[in-house]
């Protein structure tokens, strides 16, 4: 296992703890006590998952949080003393991937990285090589590798950006609703609203401008493929 988790928390006792139950399953984990120093890490060795305090010196956890997302879908698991369903709904908005209450077991953290990380990693696909590749008008895509070309050329995309237009890209010209778009590419057990939908095709379209990323008003959206 050479997962890399960075732990953003001030308070030095759930460091100690958070940190040496992360490292006995076998992570590899470094511990910031702000959001700057965090952002520092993020730019010279950005760890493949953040546990991410709210109540932080400086800048605080949803501020990171929303940086964060700007630039990556990196699992987020955000621990929070706050135990309101506001703020718990804000946390998840902004983009993180889980939310926990303090005080939390140990065990219980471990166990949604451990869940979090099966589910960023890549599915294995049971169809076989042939199925591997996905062609829908200059859009091609290789399932396997996660490999993503327009016009021939291959883009930088993040891996909910990726799911959405790989399951767009199998289903052409179907619409999806943004209530199951959420469960396709979050999981039914997200938390948060249907906004996270639209956040993430603004990235999209910012990144493949010419993409026929169609709204479906009042619903959803759909990749256009004209036939002929």
Known sequence: MNEYIGVVEDDRNIQNIVSAYLKKEGYHVTVVESAEEA?????????????????????????????IREESDVPIIIISAKDEEIDKILGLELGGDDYL??????????ARVKRLFKRAQPALQQNGDSHDKVVAGQLLIYRNERRLFWNGKEQDITTKEFDMLLLLADNVNRAFSREELLTRIWGEDYFGSDRAVDDLVK??????????????????????????
């Open 39 to 67: 952002w520092e890490q993020w730019r010279e060795d950005p760890p493949s998952m953040w546990v991410l305090d709210i109540m932080l010196p400086g800048m605080d956890g949803y501020e990171f949080c929303k940086k």
């Open 101 to 110: 209450t303090k005080p939390f077991s140990p065990r219980e953290l471990v």
């Open 203 to 228: 990235r999209i379209r910012k990144k493949i401008a010419d993409l026929p990323l169609e709204t479906v008003w009042g619903y959803g959206y759909r990749l256009r493929r004209d036939e002929g």
